[in-house]
């Protein structure tokens, strides 16, 4: 079970010969994630063959779907190509996208997500994200497997090793995840933490889910605003309290502008809806264990 | 990417939106020269990255060559928001009838662009949406369609404009969609539009801001990037070095610098130091790899302020080879300028390698971030 991706789901890897892909592609396998194709335009017809096994390339991913039943992609191409290769996708069929490029400009991603998300049922996640595992059954992205641990958690982050730090962090703490995803730093990404937050509803395994949000842009205050809801248990930490206004803290979309964004206002929202709040990584796991 | 004024009408009038005439001078002998070309009255106008220009005394109109003289002086050495102004914009003055507000934004929250029109222009648009928000129409634009008229008809003819005027603004306003769309900009701004005495409509301030992702197809407007105009000096200089790297604003600026592989997880280590009694520096990213050589280039410009009295890094592993991250480092020590308490949270594959080949030396491993941060400012010295 999990949300999203599981044993079952089958991955196309956009970009699989370059250095980014070629590398994840590898540590997808060993994780057990059947990556069933490869796409880059102009190889269709050769195959990725790293670290002993063989995928079929193709060039369009249109015609990965066709012969392979993929229902699942990750991109890594260069982020002049990057929304193309996403709304190809999306076309094509594959039910989640993956998408791990950065720097891809922000009127390309509003073009890119209003069109996955009036024209297809696609899940887009990213861009600038580590992508998503569920535990011990897939894992599309570039996480480090193992790190993660069979259990009743879900996981929402806007960060990728701070992700990683919570994860590992819960595991040590004995508190297992079910599906964890790292949604991404710029400011507009395909899936935000409410859409993620219905999806864990759904799921029987998730008993308890850990939102790991920081300074910049609504999506955690709107995500506070649903959890009332949820029926499920739900901690929130918030990184960047320390942030000045007005900087760009790495992430594109980790910024405060016109007092808007603050650690502050999200910890408030949190908190009016009754959602215990870390203060520290640490204090994660407790918290957890005294809700489930 | 904010660009300037001046830089912002020649962008503009590219794309058919009415400007008037203007040129940047650099002195007050250019000023002079520039006002005397166009004819008086003139206006002058700083030329700085922060808003709130007129409030601050950097707008002036000149009726005499004296005026220029005097008010290109006297701008051409203040500090707006701290920011010095190294040059004016000299434009012919006009008599205005009424001011307007244009804008195009992104809406965050909404994932499409905004359209933002106010009769009420001329003064910052935030504040008229604290103090008269009915005086302000929006209306989203999906990029995948474009701005369609309809949308700009219910954007303007809701507004109490001159119904002789609206095809004129209509017309202004199709074009700074197709600006803000060609130049990958993320805020395009016309405060005021302005309908002049003589029936003309024109834009008499631009703003624009571009979007840093985008500039790799903007050759053109990447050369407009002025290095250090709205940074400090050690940030100025870090882009150069391509280094995520911001300093902390001068009140708030400690002795401790940080630095790590991943925005979140630096965000993160600056909270634990403020908690455990510290104030850190800076925030510095040293992206996913950590390599060696930037992991010694980052310590050595966190040292460059030499406020800095001790440093805390913190590296969640995952896929890097701590060991080989903390040979890097020692060696990195050796080389460094001035020796500083230097402590490192590592966490990933060989860690225990990591923390044996760190025993006995000056850095001071820690296990978790948090013990990383109280190690630390033990070191440095309490400082809130």
């Known amino acids: 079970m999990g949300i999203l991706i599981n044993k079952n789901t089958k991955v196309i890897v956009q970009g699989i010969t370059g250095h980014e892909g070629s590398f994840h592609t590898q540590r997808m396998i060993e994780y057990g994630t059947q990556v069933v194709a490869g796409v880059v335009p102009g190889k269709g017809g050769q195959s990725f063959t790293e670290g002993g096994v063989s995928i079929p390339i193709f060039n369009t991913v249109e015609s990965a779907v066709r012969e392979t039943d993929a229902n699942a992609s990750v991109v890594f191409v260069p982020r002049q190509f990057a929304p193309d290769a996403i709304m190809e996708a999306a076309d094509a069929g594959c039910e989640v996208i993956v998408t791990i490029t950065e720097g891809i400009p922000v009127n390309d991603m509003l073009r890119v997500v209003n069109y996955v998300n009036s024209r297809t049922m696609a899940v887009l996640i990213g861009p600038n994200c580590p992508g998503i595992v569920t535990v011990d059954e897939c894992k599309i992205g570039i996480m480090p497997g193992h790190i993660f641990k069979k259990g009743p958690v879900g996981l929402i982050s806007r960060s990728g090793t701070l992700t990683y730090e919570v994860v590992d962090t819960l595991t040590r703490g004995g508190v297992g995840q079910s599906t964890c995803i790292g949604i991404g730093g710029d400011p507009v990404i395909g899936t935000t933490f409410l859409d993620l937050l219905m999806e864990f509803q759904a799921d029987d395994e998730t008993e308890a889910v850990v939102l790991i949000g920081e300074i910049g842009g609504s999506d955690e205050e709107e995500a506070a605003e649903y959890i009332p809801e949820l029926g499920k248990p739900v901690v929130a930490f918030i990184s960047g309290r320390t942030a000045p206004p007005g900087k760009r803290m790495g992430h594109a979309g980790a910024i405060i502008s016109g007092g808007k964004g603050t650690a502050e206002s999200k910890i408030k929202a949190f908190e009016k809806a009754g959602v215990p709040v870390a203060n520290t990584v640490q204090e994660i796991p407790p918290l957890l264990k005294e809700l489930l | ?384």
């Open chain 2, 1 to 384: 990417m904010k660009i300037h004024e001046y830089q912002a009408k020649e962008l503009f009038s590219q794309f058919d939106i009415p400007i008037l005439p203007g040129r940047v001078a650099f002195n007050v002998e250019e000023a002079l020269s520039i006002a005397g070309e166009f004819g008086l009255p003139v206006v002058i106008k700083a030329q700085v990255h922060v808003g709130g220009r007129g409030k601050a005394g950097g707008i002036k109109v000149a009726k005499t060559f004296q005026d220029v003289e005097v008010h290109s002086k006297n701008i051409l050495s203040m500090e707006i928001k701290g920011l010095p102004v190294k040059k004016v914009l000299i434009a012919k003055a006009v008599d205005i009838r009424e001011e307007y507000y244009l804008g195009l934004t992104l809406d965050r929250d909404a994932r499409l662009i905004v359209f933002i029109f106010s009769t009420a222009g001329g003064i910052d648009i935030e504040e008229v949406a604290a103090t008269s928000p009915e005086k302000i129409t929006r209306v989203n634009i999906d990029p995948l369609f474009g701005v369609m008229d309809f949308q700009l008809k219910k954007l303007i003819y809701d507004s109490r404009v001159d119904n002789d005027k609206i095809k004129d603004i209509l017309k202004i306003a199709r074009k700074l969609y197709e600006c803000y769309i060609a130049v990958d900009a993320s805020l395009a701004e016309i405060n005021p539009l302005a309908i002049l005495t003589s029936g003309e409509v024109v834009a008499l301030d631009a703003k624009l801001i571009i979007d840093d992702n985008a500039l790799y197809r903007q050759p053109k407007l990447e050369q407009l990037r002025e290095i250090g105009d709205d940074l400090d000096e050690l940030e100025a200089e870090a882009q150069k070095l391509h280094l995520a790297y911001v300093h902390m604003p001068k009140d708030k600026r400690g002795s401790i610098g940080v630095m790590g592989n991943g925005a979140g997880l630096v965000m993160n280590t600056m909270d634990e130091v403020t908690r455990a009694g510290g104030m850190p520096n800076n925030f510095l990213d040293i992206g996913g790899t950590a390599t060696p050589e930037v992991v010694e280039a980052s310590l050595n410009h966190i040292l460059k302020d030499e406020v800095v009295q001790g440093i805390l890094i913190n590296v969640f592993g995952g896929i890097v080879r701590c060991d080989i991250v903390a040979e890097g480092l020692l060696k990195a020590y050796e080389r460094l300028p001035r020796k500083v308490p230097i402590v490192i949270r590592m966490t990933g594959t060989n860690e225990d390698l990591a923390r044996e080949l760190l025993e006995g030396t000056p850095l001071i491993y820690a296990s978790s971030t948090e013990e990383g941060a109280c190690k630390i400012v033990e070191l440095v010295g309490r400082q809130n």
